[in-house]
């Protein structure tokens, strides 16, 4: 059984600190990894990591495949309180129609 | 502007009476997909639809049903609703060939049955 599990739960941290979620998965022929951030609602696009493209970034933002060791962590540098939110991260399979999602990380940014 | 939108957004019910929720999405995907979101579980899929009178389950689909008569539109169907249906609903969509790729979410549907 697919299965993604992201750590940890729950993060407190005060403004202008580094942050660093991490993503973990078990899922059989991966095609792709991808982020999202969830504020009041619905989940945002953030990234889409493959095994052709294991690293990106956007801003303050940043993410890394590790292919060998199945996990991807999310790095976001000096946060700020509009960082505050759900992050989620879901692990799609070759030929499967659906994405795989965590629990989630809830992230709050103290100012 | 590119966007898939779900009606109702608050709904509260009580147990056994039916209740649909729509979801619409006007860029012509393939792939539709309605999930629910609950504290401590993330996203989970209950139905999924590849095109037009193509559906299939998810991964909690008991107690639900969907149907796809137009592509843009796949409503989410409680004949009869219970307590533990309470929960945060989505329905997102994306193009057949990029599923495993960025799906956009609708804005929610919290739904309350008592």
């Known amino acids: 059984e697919d299965k993604v599990v992201q750590s940890p739960l729950s993060l407190v941290v005060h403004e202008g600190d580094t942050v660093t979620l991490n993503c973990s998965y078990e899922?059989?022929?991966?095609?792709?990894l991808l982020w999202y951030k969830q504020e009041k609602k619905a989940p945002t696009f953030l990234f889409m990591l493959?095994?052709?493209?294991i690293e990106k970034k956007s801003g303050r933002l940043s993410s890394i495949l590790d292919k060998k060791e199945l996990s991807s962590i999310l790095n976001i540098t000096a946060t700020q309180t509009g960082d505050s939110a759900i992050y989620l991260c879901?692990?799609?399979?070759?030929?499967?129609?659906?994405?795989?999602f965590g629990q989630g990380t809830r992230l709050t940014i103290n100012p | 502007e590119a966007q898939v939108t779900q009606n109702p957004r608050y709904l509260i019910t009580v147990t056994g009476k039916k209740l649909t929720v729509t979801c619409s999405q006007n860029?012509?995907?393939?792939?539709m997909s309605w999930y629910r979101q609950d504290p401590g579980l993330g996203l989970r899929q209950i139905y999924y639809?590849?095109?037009?009178?193509?559906?299939d389950k998810g991964d909690v689909p008991e107690g639900y049903k969907v149907s796809r008569k137009e592509k843009r539109n796949f409503p989410l169907i409680l004949e009869s609703p219970s307590p533990n249906q309470t929960s945060l609903y989505f329905c997102?969509?994306?193009?057949?060939?990029?599923?495993?790729?960025?799906?956009?979410f609708g804005p929610g549907t919290r739904l309350t049955v008592t």
């Open positions: 997102a969509s994306s193009l057949a060939g990029r599923v495993s790729y960025e799906q956009y």
């Open positions: 899922v059989t022929n991966f095609r792709s």
């Open positions: 493959t095994s052709s493209g």
């Open positions: 879901a692990v799609g399979r070759q030929g499967a129609q659906k994405l795989v």
């Open positions: 860029m012509n995907h393939e792939y």
């Open positions: 639809s590849m095109n037009v009178e193509v559906t």
